[in-house]
């Protein structure tokens, strides 16, 4: 489904654009003394980061990583929701207070996927590094092999970057 955009050329406005949705029409402010080459490339960050939005508003994280630890033997993270600012990594974790993030670029991706990459983080829950035992637990995941080749695939040089 295509986004509805409206840009609107502020002469207010000297550097930041911002982006809102308005009655299912995507409003994008930009400085009146932007290019048309910037309007077309800050239109398409906005479409997208509303589309990943809209894409992440249909996984309940929470229950999800419930039921993956409950499954798994892990413990549940205190807390969990998606970020837009992981832009290098696609999951990481606070051991100290519980608290796992997920780079909301994982919801465009498939489940299993995404199941890998929670199960990851709540094992950092119970394993800090990425050693042996770290792995042991991980790999309990029967998906976790493939989803470490999806995610390389994807765009990390190597498979610890999920955090």
């Given at each position: 489904m295509e986004m509805e955009v409206e840009v609107v050329r502020s002469t207010r406005r000297r550097k930041t654009?911002?982006?809102y949705e308005v009655g299912g029409v995507l409003r994008v402010a930009i400085p009146a003394a932007c290019t048309a080459e910037e309007e077309a490339h800050w239109v398409g960050v906005m479409v997208k980061r509303f589309e990943r939005r809209r894409s992440t508003a249909t996984v309940d994280l929470v229950a999800r990583a419930a039921e993956l630890a409950r499954r798994y033997g892990l413990p549940e993270a205190t807390s969990i929701r998606?970020?837009?600012n992981q832009s290098t990594l696609w999951g990481s974790c606070t051991m100290v207070d519980g608290a796992i993030r997920i780079s909301s670029r994982l919801a465009e991706m498939p489940r299993w996927v995404l199941d890998y990459v929670i199960v990851h983080e709540l094992t950092h829950l119970v394993v800090p590094g990425h050693g042996p035992?770290?792995?042991?637990?991980?790999?309990?995941?029967?998906?976790a092999e493939r989803a470490r080749g999806y995610l390389i695939?994807?765009?990390?040089?190597?498979?610890?970057?999920?955090?």
């Open positions: 654009i911002q982006a998606w970020v837009d035992a770290f792995n042991e637990l991980v790999d309990r995941y029967p998906k695939a994807k765009g990390t040089s190597e498979p610890d970057d999920v955090d």
